[in-house]
């Protein structure tokens, strides 16, 4: 299983989006218990205020005959007799309290006070209840307001982000859009960040200079092939002219015929490198409209004899009527090259089935080999497959160009025992 992509701005945000919930779980907990600290020490303050009121107040005045009615209107400061302690003391504890039937958690000041000589004990409490609930209200609050800050911050960085990244993602959208055998160059802004702007610097003077190079290298094919023209026209003319002399012997016309042969391939591959050059060129400007049935069914009787004389029968030939607007030469150059290519690397007695239905040409062929083609060397140059002595491998190389060069859809598979080449215009 291969990688998975991510987006580079995905990924950064990945990072805030993480750091913003790892921020969210610790510090929420941590304010929690921070809020309640400073509520409880808020709350023993009041309960030691109220301890020292009751002392410097109502203490001196009152009787221990008086304790029983102050305990009967006090609900939250009793005197006791029990416990005596010797100093004051705050803890948690829990009273029930008959109003909701149920115990209740209670902060409570226990205070040493003396009434007519006798020690007793102050109980000061205070109901946490609705202080836990205040707590909760307040880290639920910053929660709230941590969870909006945060969601605010990661939707303001994804857009700030959108934008300082959009540069860079015109940029590759060019790139990608770029072939180097089109005239058209892509127009490279130069961005106000400093890094995008030597990004583009530097891809524009790759694109540049990678122009030049494709450039000569063209034209040294182009002119190559022009200047092999002549050469391989005097050879063509002299070799035909000594195979005519009367006085060959059938050792010296066998020794001569492969040179021939030879000449004839030498011939093809020079013209085929020329229609590269021109395609490459865009010499093809010409558009017609006509049938394309038409174009294959002269195609396939320009091959007829040569399939007779290889024993190879054109069978299941369904061809359709559709109409096209495209330059004619090179579509019969297309059709062409797919039926020498079935014919080339075809077996003795073989079979080649041609279907055209709508705007989808189906060229199949029996082949020496059995077996499936690898798909991906196929429409390369010189690519050989099988019998690497028959074709200059170029021929389903210029089918791919033709295709590549209006967008066509060409195919390679094998079913029932049947290499097939599928084209949709």
Partial sequence: MGNVKRKLLHQTLRGYGLYAVLILLLSTPFFYFL??????????????????????????????????????????????????????????????????????????????????????????????????DLIMSLALLYSGLLVVLLAGLFYITKYYSNRLWLPFYNTLDSIEQYEIDKTHKPDLPDPAIEEFSRLNQSVQNLIDRSKVTYENQQEFIENAAHELQTPLAVLHAKLDSFLQLPDLTASQLAALSPLYDLLARLNRLNKNLLLLSKIDHQSYHTAERFDLALVVEKTIDFFEDQATEKNIRFEHVKLESHWVVYNMALVEILVSNLLLNALTHNREYGVIHIELKGSTLIISNTGATSTVLAADKLFQRFAKTGNASKGNGLGLAIVKKITDLYGWKIGYSFEDGLHCFKVRF
């Fill in 35 to 132: 809020i309640q600290k400073l509520h409880l020490d808020d709350v023993d303050e009041g309960l030691v205020l109220r301890a020292d009121e009751f002392k410097m107040h109502i203490l001196p005045g009152l009787n221990a005959s008086e304790i029983d009615q102050w305990n009967r209107f006090n609900r939250d400061m009793k005197i006791l007799k029990e416990p005596v302690i010797k100093g004051d003391s705050l803890s948690f504890q829990f009273y029930y309290d008959s109003l909701i039937t149920e115990l209740e958690p209670y902060r409570v000041l226990l205070s040493p006070v003396k009434i007519g000589n006798l020690p007793y004990t102050l109980s000061v409490k205070n109901d946490l209840i609705e202080s836990e």
